[in-house]
């Protein structure tokens, strides 16, 4: 068997609307073999992964993967299993999966939740390698595996701190993403966006924070501004730090100037031997050594945000008690067994790790590693309880005095931080320490916030939420509104119309259509951009402040939506096209993945649904917000059934868009009056214009507005560009559209012969990833429709022969009975359309339909070029013929 792709969906996506990996499976010969068939496989696979017995499957109750194991199932619902119960030995509680046959194939697809991405992925592979070794009989070392793993996914784990924040923000429905694999996070969207590092906000200016990384600079400023800090000096040599100690007087603390997470950091020092040992350790870490007084008492962190203290924590260092029979080293041991203890900062507290700082304070109590110390006897192996080193906390919130809190407040405020960890030294943190009694030891830019999240003693403090809160304070926005348009037909034309309005109301939109990315008038990147990566470009934009989506059904199929929930979403049609690709062979099928964009709007949003089209209809069902429909017929009766439970359309009354709101009805434009629809001749324009209205208007768009950018929207190349733009070449003229599916053709035929020529010359094409009966079609269509017809190829076969596409569409010309002397296949886009202008005669109408729009234009262009040099010539010409006669 073989894994023919593997893949994470990050956000919502037609399989769930979690996160889920997708893995195609070939599992070849083995692809009709049944569990219960192979020799010991069952057993063996129980006695590896014994926590399927509590997997439920189909059955719906504990047990009942194994009941289907024992009966006999296909190995790609195994391998799905696997999958999750790895992921669960790993520390992942996942539960959705889904195994299914692709076709009459050898291949499945397998999709199962996850949480983080490279353990996910990690686990697929695994499961695939575990089940086809224990399907040759082979031992499999799973202990291995899970440890590589593991190690490969801490990698891209988000600290405790960043998942705190990342999970108070959903809590509050604030959408988080993630750049990169560190720990920066975006919150919200476009204008109202914050992005964090850690508990550093995008408000926190980069002095502010090497200040607080410069420990003797910090320590200067608050002692300036009359903080109690520690007496002390820099120096870069031994005989400096010596010097510092003397004048200082025992005891003493050394560290590193520029240090973080206690690292380098020794405390109580009594001796020169000591001083000289601890100032080794610290140089290693730095240039530049602190040597101050040390402070007798606690060690508190006082956690600060935005103008007030959230938490309080004393920390207690790391340390074993004696038990007289095991040693210093087998305690520690002991003691990280402990399963809140991780490495780093993956769980609520680190390991502990004997270190030279470490070995240092143990000769100092008299002791070495191999000591067994007597019962009871707490033996410390740091002087500073730091979590990162093995420390502990307690939660000391509530007793804290009201005059420290305001010395902390002010200690973070005087460096500049909006978030800070301020670090006290004093006897107890409920007595004032202007007493003279304790200082501020340092002030940390980025503090961690494991230690009041998951305190070894005392109540956990949600400060993540307090984080968020400040970030977002209540009421305040955090999001853009996104309205995401969808559908098979139309939605390029639809997206702009509505960006046009948005724009001519005073928003800064950011778009996304097969035209390319645009924020407000400026495209920010060319192409087909209609998926995820397309839409984060909006969204990470905070010059944005209303985002308009092309989703088109590839980049839903490929990688999901690239937003969490939109507050519009739009459904135009769906009708035949890129049916047979990525397994999507019926209209249920493409409704099924238009659906998600519908499925993904916020409680109170809108839906707007084309009440015309029986599968859009059907759409209704998956709807779970407010719903418009529009309609092009008065009588619609899925638009009246609607508006007599109170519901808003929107429909042509008349020649009028009409909308009803419950209320009564709003005249809102006549058709005719809209460029775009060509004096109401383009029908599915008038759709796209419904539409556009529908979502305009659920923005809270004024009418007025609405009604001038519609009157304003033209389909030229600076409004709608490629899609039916007309241009006059001497006497004829040549349309341009991008119709490339059954409706589309159909759709702008009809419009062509209410234009009026004396011969319509079709040039057509399809892309080669349609059905053989679908590129037919479409050609037979084509030769109802046009009196010629040129027959050309794009340039991307999509896995089809060269010529193949151009011979389909020539049989299907030919079946509408076309005379063979009028049909010609010339396979240039560019050449088929200059061949087709050298013929044109007066009263001729070209058409179009392409797959480059650039080089198209250029044709165009350069012959309403040279028109226009030579009525320049012939007017030149003529006066200076004037001139000689006067």
């Given at each position: 068997?073989?894994?023919?792709?593997?893949?994470?969906?990050?956000?919502?996506?037609?399989?769930?609307?979690?996160?889920?990996?997708?893995?195609?499976?070939d599992?070849?010969?083995?692809?009709?073999?049944?569990?219960?068939?192979?020799?010991?496989?069952?057993?063996?696979?129980?006695?590896?992964?014994?926590?399927?017995?509590?997997?439920?499957?189909?059955?719906?109750?504990?047990?009942?993967?194994?009941?289907?194991?024992?009966?006999?199932?296909?190995?790609?619902?195994?391998?799905?299993?696997?999958?999750?119960?790895?992921?669960?030995?790993?520390?992942?509680?996942?539960?959705?999966?889904?195994?299914?046959?692709?076709?009459?194939?050898t291949?499945?697809?397998?999709?199962?939740?996850?949480?983080?991405?490279?353990?996910?992925?990690?686990?697929?592979?695994?499961?695939?390698q575990?089940?086809?070794?224990?399907?040759?009989?082979?031992?499999?070392?799973?202990?291995?595996?899970?440890?590589?793993?593991?190690?490969?996914?801490?990698?891209?784990?988000?600290?405790?701190?960043?998942?705190?924040?990342?999970?108070?923000?959903?809590?509050?429905?604030?959408?988080?993403?993630?750049?990169g694999?560190?720990?920066?996070?975006?919150?919200?969207?476009?204008?109202?966006?914050?992005?964090?590092?850690?508990?550093i906000?995008?408000?926190?200016?980069?002095?502010?924070?090497?200040?607080?990384?410069?420990k003797?600079?910090?320590?200067?400023?608050?002692?300036?501004?009359?903080?109690?800090?520690?007496?002390?000096?820099?120096?870069?040599?031994l005989?400096?730090?010596?010097?510092?100690?003397?004048?200082?007087?025992?005891?003493?603390?050394?560290?590193?100037?520029?240090?973080?997470?206690g690292?380098?950091?020794?405390?109580?020092?009594?001796?020169?031997?000591?001083?000289a040992?601890?100032?080794?350790?610290?140089?290693?870490?730095?240039?530049?050594?602190?040597?101050?007084?040390?402070?007798?008492?606690?060690?508190?962190?006082?956690?600060?945000?935005?103008?007030?203290?959230?938490?309080?924590?004393?920390?207690?260092?790391?340390?074993?008690?004696?038990?007289?029979?095991?040693?210093?080293?087998?305690?520690v041991?002991?003691?990280?067994?402990?399963?809140?203890?991780?490495?780093?900062?993956?769980?609520p507290?680190?390991?502990?790790?004997?270190?030279?700082?470490s070995?240092?304070?143990?000769?100092?109590?008299?002791?070495?590693?191999?000591?067994?110390?007597?019962?009871?006897?707490?033996?410390?192996?740091?002087?500073?309880?730091?979590?990162?080193?093995?420390?502990?906390?307690?939660?000391?919130?509530?007793?804290?005095?009201?005059?420290?809190c305001?010395?902390?407040?002010?200690?973070?405020q005087?460096?500049?931080?909006?978030?800070?960890?301020?670090?006290?030294?004093?006897?107890?943190?409920?007595?004032?320490?202007?007493?003279?009694?304790?200082?501020?030891?340092?002030?940390?830019?980025?503090?961690?916030?494991?230690m009041?999240?998951?305190?070894?003693?005392?109540?956990?403090?949600?400060?993540?939420?307090?984080?968020?809160?400040?970030?977002?304070?209540?009421?305040?926005?955090h999001?853009?509104?996104?309205?995401?348009?969808?559908?098979?037909n139309?939605?390029?034309?639809?997206v702009?119309?509505?960006?046009?309005?948005?724009?001519t109301?005073?928003?800064?939109?950011?778009?996304?259509?097969?035209?390319?990315?645009?924020i407000?008038?400026?495209?920010?990147?060319?192409?087909?951009?209609?998926?995820?990566?397309?839409?984060?470009?909006?969204?990470?934009?905070?010059?944005?402040?209303?985002?308009?989506?092309?989703?088109?059904?590839?980049?839903?199929?490929?990688?999901?939506?690239?937003?969490?929930?939109?507050?519009?979403?739009?459904?135009?049609?769906?009708?035949?096209?890129?049916?047979g690709?990525?397994?999507?062979?019926?209209?249920?099928?493409?409704l099924?993945?238009?659906?998600?964009?519908?499925?993904?709007?916020?409680?109170?949003?809108?839906?707007?649904?084309?009440a015309?089209?029986?599968?859009?209809?059907?759409?209704?069902?998956?709807?779970?917000?407010?719903?418009?429909?529009?309609?092009?017929?008065?009588?619609?009766?899925?638009?009246?059934?609607?508006?007599?439970?109170?519901?808003?359309?929107?429909?042509?009354?008349?020649?009028?868009?009409?909308?009803?709101?419950?209320?009564?009805?709003?005249?809102?434009?006549?058709?005719?009056?809209?460029?775009?629809?060509?004096?109401?001749?383009?029908?599915?324009?008038?759709?796209?214009?419904?539409?556009?209205?529908?979502?305009?208007?659920?923005?809270?768009?004024?009418?007025?507005?609405?009604?001038?950018?519609?009157?304003?929207?033209?389909?030229?190349?600076?409004?709608?560009?490629?899609?039916?733009?007309?241009?006059?070449?001497?006497?004829?003229?040549?349309?341009?559209?991008?119709?490339?599916?059954?409706?589309?053709?159909?759709?702008?035929?009809?419009?062509?012969?209410?234009?009026?020529?004396?011969?319509?010359?079709?040039?057509?094409?399809?892309?080669?990833?349609?059905?053989?009966?679908?590129?037919?079609?479409?050609?037979f269509?084509?030769?109802?429709?046009?009196?010629?017809?040129?027959?050309?190829?794009?340039?991307?076969?999509?896995?089809?022969?060269r010529?193949?596409?151009?011979?389909?569409?020539?049989?299907?010309?030919?079946?509408?009975?076309?005379?063979?002397?009028?049909?010609?296949?010339?396979?240039?886009?560019?050449?088929?359309?200059k061949?087709?202008?050298?013929?044109?005669?007066?009263?001729?109408?070209?058409?179009?339909?392409?797959?480059?729009l650039?080089?198209?234009?250029?044709?165009?262009?350069?012959?309403?070029?040279?028109?226009?040099?030579?009525?320049?010539?012939?007017?030149?010409?003529?006066?200076?013929?004037?001139?000689?006669?006067?």
């Open positions: 068997m073989k894994i023919c792709e593997l893949k994470a969906f990050k956000g919502r996506n037609i399989y769930s609307h979690k996160k889920v990996i997708k893995m195609v499976i599992l070849e010969e083995l692809a009709n073999v049944a569990t219960k068939d192979i020799k010991g496989f069952n057993d063996a696979l129980l006695r590896l992964l014994p926590g399927l017995y509590q997997h439920h499957c189909s059955l719906g109750r504990p047990g009942g993967f194994v009941t289907r194991l024992m009966e006999g199932t296909y190995l790609a619902h195994v391998i799905e299993h696997c999958a999750l119960e790895i992921q669960y030995l790993l520390g992942y509680e996942v539960s959705f999966g889904r195994a299914r046959q692709m076709e009459d194939s291949k499945y697809i397998v999709v199962y939740a996850y949480i983080n991405e490279v353990a996910g992925l990690e686990a697929g592979r695994c499961s695939v575990l089940v086809e070794a224990l399907c040759r009989g082979q031992a499999f070392d799973l202990d291995f595996h899970i440890n590589r793993i593991k190690a490969k996914a801490m990698k891209n784990e988000l600290g405790p701190s960043t998942k705190a924040i990342v999970e108070a923000a959903q809590e509050r429905g604030i959408p988080v993403m993630r750049i694999n560190s720990s920066i996070l975006q919150l919200g969207y476009g204008k109202y966006q914050k992005r964090v590092e850690a508990t906000t995008e408000n926190t200016t980069c002095i502010s924070v090497d200040i607080a990384c410069d003797s600079l910090t320590k200067e400023i608050l002692r300036e501004a009359g903080i109690p800090v520690p007496e002390g000096g820099v120096c870069t040599s005989e400096e730090a010596l010097d510092i100690a003397q004048q200082l007087g025992y005891p003493v603390a050394v560290k590193p100037e520029r240090g973080n997470q690292k380098g950091v020794s405390l109580n020092l009594t001796t020169p031997d000591e001083v040992q601890a100032f080794n350790i610290a140089k290693q870490m730095d240039e530049n050594v602190i040597v101050e007084k040390y402070i007798k008492g606690n060690d508190y962190r006082v956690l600060v945000v935005g103008d007030r203290v959230v938490a309080v924590a004393q920390r207690i260092p790391p340390h074993v008690v004696g038990d007289g029979i095991h040693t210093i080293a087998q305690l041991d002991m003691v990280n067994k402990d399963e809140r203890r991780g490495e780093d900062h993956e769980k507290l680190t390991k502990i790790k004997i270190d030279e700082i070995l240092a304070l143990l000769r100092k109590q008299g002791y070495t590693p191999e000591s067994v110390p007597p019962a009871g006897k707490v033996v410390y192996l740091k002087a500073n309880g730091n979590l990162s080193t093995g420390g502990e906390a307690i939660d000391c919130t509530n007793k804290i005095h009201p005059v420290n305001e010395i902390a407040v002010r200690a973070a005087i460096i500049g931080l909006d978030i800070a960890g301020i670090d006290i030294a004093c006897p107890d943190i409920s007595k004032p320490i202007e007493e003279g009694m304790g200082a501020v030891i340092e002030v940390n830019a980025a503090p961690g916030i494991r009041h999240l998951y305190p070894s003693k005392g109540k956990p403090r949600n400060v993540a939420q307090h984080i968020i809160d400040m970030l977002f304070p209540p009421g305040s926005r999001s853009i509104p996104i309205i995401s348009v969808t559908g098979t139309g939605k390029t034309t639809t702009r119309m509505i960006a046009h309005i948005l724009r109301y005073g928003y800064t939109v950011g778009m996304t259509t097969t035209g390319g990315v645009y407000g008038h400026r495209c920010v990147m060319k192409g087909d951009t209609t998926g995820p990566a397309s839409a984060k470009i909006v969204l990470t934009d905070k010059r944005v402040e209303v985002a308009v989506l092309e989703t088109a059904r590839g980049g839903i199929i490929r990688s999901g939506l690239g937003y969490d929930l939109s507050d519009i979403a739009v459904l135009t049609n769906i009708t035949e096209d890129h049916l690709c990525d397994g999507i062979y019926t209209l249920e099928d493409l099924h993945v238009k659906s998600l964009v519908v499925e993904a709007v916020k409680p109170d949003g809108y839906v707007v649904l084309n015309d089209d029986p599968m859009v209809v059907e759409a209704a069902k998956r709807v779970k917000c407010n719903i418009i429909y529009f309609s092009k017929q008065e009588d619609n009766l899925i638009v009246h059934r609607h508006m007599a439970n109170g519901g808003l359309a929107v429909f042509l009354k008349g020649q009028y868009i009409t909308i009803a709101n419950g209320d009564g009805f709003i005249q809102c434009m006549d058709v005719a009056s809209i460029p775009a629809t060509y004096g109401g001749m383009l029908t599915y324009n008038i759709e796209n214009s419904l539409a556009a209205v529908s979502a305009a208007y659920a923005m809270k768009i004024p009418i007025e507005t609405i009604q001038k950018a519609l009157a304003s929207f033209y389909t030229d190349e600076i409004h709608n560009p490629g899609r039916f733009n007309v241009f006059n070449i001497r006497d004829f003229r040549v349309v341009v559209d991008y119709a490339h599916n059954i409706s589309g053709y159909t759709q702008v035929i009809e419009a062509i012969k209410k234009m009026g020529a004396l011969q319509t010359v079709g040039i057509i094409g399809v892309p080669g990833d349609r059905q053989d009966d679908t590129i037919r079609c479409i050609g269509i084509a030769g109802k429709g046009f009196d010629r017809i040129i027959i050309k190829e794009d340039v991307d076969l999509r896995g089809r022969c010529g193949e596409v151009a011979k389909l569409l020539k049989e299907g010309v030919l079946s509408a009975g076309m005379d063979p002397s009028k049909v010609e296949i010339i396979l240039s886009e560019v050449e088929a359309l061949t087709a202008i050298r013929r044109a005669k007066a009263g001729d109408l070209i058409v179009i339909f392409y797959e480059k650039e080089p198209v234009m250029a044709v165009i262009k350069e012959m309403l070029s040279n028109i226009e040099a030579e009525v320049n010539s012939d007017r030149n010409a003529a006066i200076m013929e004037f001139n000689r006669l006067q």
